[in-house]
């Protein structure tokens, strides 16, 4: 004669089939989201850190494995990353800095307002005289040149200009002709040496 099934057997089971529910579940349920480790997060709390301060650009130094990082912003701030800590580096001007490229170690250009070039060498930055106050916004260095070869943009009241790097000065020609665009270019990146794209405002995105 079969037993009658009591509450508290019942309660037993429920409870039993939940456990093994939940063991199974939540692993897939953690699983499913990235851990604390694979998250952005501001970097701090030390200082100088760039949560604490206003910043346009960023680049890594090709081959560096992310060990050898630069980073500009608002009155001339220029950031520097070792792969363990950043650090705040001399800076020439106080003007704000709105793009940085980096080609190697010892070769870097950051670009801001009021005509500002700045050239690393390695040790230190140094202005490049770029024969303009206009304002810079956008910088980057040609790949396969081995940084002698990078393209500059700026513009003032509606006008502006590309600008050459061809391994010893600026050059506002480049196969003999002035390179000229309209209204502000915000960003740009080479190819090659023949092939480039650059954006800016709206319908002036491609030159």
Sequence with gaps: MPIADSPTSRAMRIAAFIFVILSITIPFIF??????AACWECWGPGLPDP?????????????????????VGAKGTILHWNGTAWSK???????????????????????GHGGW?????????????AKTTNWFRTVGFTPGTNGNQAWAANDYAGVGYYLNWNGS???????????????????????????????????????
């Design 169 to 207: 000065q600026w050059d506002y020609k480049y196969g003999g002709q002035n390179q000229s665009h309209g209204f502000t270019i915000w960003g740009l990146s080479m190819i090659d040496t023949s092939n480039g794209w650059a954006v800016g405002d709206a319908l002036h995105q491609v030159s």
């Design 117 to 129: 070039v700045l050239k690393w060498n390695g040790t230190s930055w140094t202005k490049s005289d």
């Design 51 to 71: 949560c604490r301060n206003t910043l346009y650009s960023v680049a890594m130094v090709p081959g560096s494995a992310g060990n050898d990082v630069w980073t």
């Design 31 to 36: 699983n499913a989201f990235p851990s604390e």
């Design 89 to 111: 580096v001399a800076s020439p001007t106080t003007e704000i800095l709105r793009s940085v490229a980096m080609a190697k170690n010892n070769l870097g250009f950051a670009v």
